[in-house]
């Protein structure tokens, strides 16, 4: 795309084009699926007879901001992202419960609906991890692998005042013009180059999304009242999956102490990864690096399940 140096201020991309653009630059299209009272926006790519992704975005994201790693999954695996409830395009009613439970109940609604639930892959980042933690745990025999990107949960090794308090995410919402630069200097160590004209779109619909970021962020706080740091390793030591943790080393969000402790808590979970020079958002700051680490992890675990699934003596 150029931009011309006598760019004036009635200049303007159809961002929207642009979404739809990336999308089916990563192998991926949208549907939509009306499921109760909830009328989910999805991306989905990739062969429907390979076995099944599940990708789950954190607080502020959607469904776009899994693209760039998507690019590289749709090509080996059937991808489905999801905006979450109180996120993206997804629909829901004005006083929707958007507590971490009530969104794995909801979760697990759709992917029944979809029929991907056998052999599931799932990944969550930041939130999106606390909420793939909880799916694992409480589906633990239908769901095949677990990758986690500087998830969020109650940690004893967490330093930072965000989950100690999530109430302190609040000061990451972009509510007004010039919060957006501000918020990604906080959450990533070099944010990617945007260009300002597609910046301005983005910071918008983030302003626009900010009422129910808000909401989202409040109903999380009641986290911190379902579970202590001791219930909350209880419930990781559930999950039965292999599992993947990858984290930023320069993370202000999550710090990076946590991968291990979730590494300890979790029984199949390998040594974590973690990339220097990459902050709270691995997905955006480090796409490929995300990618082919998730990649090589699944290969392994494809591998795994076809030897445990072929008969004695074979």
Known sequence: MHFSHAATPTEYVNYQKVQLEERAWAGLHTNSVRIGDIVWSYSEGGAKNKPT???????GGNKDTWNDVARELTQHYHVIIPDLPGSGSTQVSKNFDLSLNHLNEQLRRFIETLNIQNNLNIAGHSVGGSVALMYASKYNFD????????????FKNNQTSYLNNPIYLKQLLVTKPGDLDFVLKKVMYRPP????????????????????????????TELNKEFNINSYAAMLKNIEAPTLILWGKQDQIVNVEVAQELK???KRAQDPIILN?????????????VAQSYLAFLNTVQLQQNMTSKPNGL
């Open 143 to 154: 769901t095949q692998s677990v990758f986690l990107i500087s998830s969020g949960g109650l």
């Open 264 to 266: 300890s808590n979790i």
């Open 277 to 289: 020079n990459v902050g709270h958002v691995p997905i955006l700051e480090a796409p490929e690096k």
């Open 53 to 59: 992704i599940v990708l789950i975005h954190g607080i």
């Open 193 to 220: 180059f945007v260009p300002s004209i597609i910046k301005k779109q983005q910071e918008q619909l983030l302003i626009e999304k900010s009422l129910e970021t808000s909401q989202l962020i409040t109903q999380l």
